[in-house]
């Protein structure tokens, strides 16, 4: 009865707005441009593609780390 309850909105907000300030923070330290190779260009799309699964997990309500059937 309780095991499928949804996020509510104010919740997922919250967590969005909690993700861009780490994904901001994140991108002026290691993101694009900044150092060698690996701290570069590689880092920043990495940081990029982690952003979109994690923003696509939220506005979804997937749970990308349930492995069940």
Excluded: E, K, Y
Aim: hydrophobic share 45%; net charge positive; charged share 15%.
């Amino acid at each position: 009865m309780f095991n499928d309850r949804r996020q509510g909105c104010l919740s997922g907000l919250l967590q969005l707005f909690l993700l861009d300030r780490l994904f901001d923070w994140l991108q002026g330290r290691f993101g694009f441009g900044r150092g060698a190779s690996c701290s570069g260009l590689g880092c920043g799309c990495l940081l990029l593609i982690l952003f979109v699964v994690l923003a696509c997990s939220i506005t979804s309500g997937t749970d990308w780390f349930r492995l069940g059937f």
